[in-house]
């Protein structure tokens, strides 16, 4: 029985080896070279891998290579029976919680403003808020967003988390549901965007729920494109009702070259690398995987389909 490798530009060789040292029995087979389809238990996926699936007539379970499962969601003709696993490794919340902290005190600390007068040679003063009344939420309170709520409290902010289910986390003030949406995100003079992409949450940082920020926040998405509607957000940045935005991923990645948040300037891009994954513990996370599958041990991280993540 076999693994099918299935990562879109992602050069499979080292991930082979990785996978090969952990579990050095499992037969892999890479993408689009499939000698024994039949023999394939196990598919690792990433990106916009389009296959016609009832070539596997023996897979038990989708892989993801990420802790995001939009892309196996949106596989055509999924055999809906097939858990979807996707990735929690720990190397993921380390990266996640180093952006999110990063992008968060160079808003909070003015640094934005300062790298822009550095080029008009302006040297002027901007206050210092402390960070105890900086109100800081974040959409989002699973692995990563938890993660960052701890180390943004551990810093002294003032934590605003939204989620569907309650949470104890220590000095962060839980939001619930829709209902709670309205006043988590006016109380957000710093809002991130940690939430998995689903029918609920696509779209939803669109100019109705983005213009009840307080005039002049910030917004930081380490999540998916998908959550922010761009124009909308372009919009509202230029009539300075959000002051500036960090933005990791794109609705159209790699971003158009012509798209305007490249030049935006108070727009910062980086090419979907907050967290990025990482070879040797993923590894060793997919191959646990495998193990429990293959000795009928129940699995982790499993995707709940009907909700998308
Ligand atoms: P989790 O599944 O652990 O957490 C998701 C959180 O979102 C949960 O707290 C969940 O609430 C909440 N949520 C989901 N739907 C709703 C909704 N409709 N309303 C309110 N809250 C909701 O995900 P992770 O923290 O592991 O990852 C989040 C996303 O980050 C991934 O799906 C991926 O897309 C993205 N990502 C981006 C990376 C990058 O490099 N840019 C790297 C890794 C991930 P509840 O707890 O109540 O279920
Ligand atoms: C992920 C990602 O989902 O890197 O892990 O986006």
Redesign the pocket.
Known sequence: MSLVFACVDIPPEPWVKALKKELPNLEIEVWPNIKKPDEVEFALLWGNWSADLSLFPNLQVFLSL?????HILTLDRRPAHIPIV?LGDPF?QT??VEYVLYNVLRFHRSFQKYEEQQSNTLWLEHPQVSPSKRSVGI???????SACAKALVNLGFNVLG????D?DIDKVKIFL?EHGLNQFLTQSEIVIC?????K??KNILNEENLKKLPTGSFVIN???GGHIVESDLLKLLNEGHIAGAAL??FEKEPLPKENLLWSHPKVTVTP?????VNLESAAKVISETIYCCRNGLPLQKVVDPF?G?
């Open positions: 990420g802790a995001g499962v939009d996707r993921l990266g996640m959409m989002g309170l699973g692995c990563l967003g939204w989620s569907r289910r949470k549901g940690l939430l998995p992409l689903t609920k949450t380490g999540a998916r990791d991923v979907h690398v907050a967290a990025l909700e993540y």
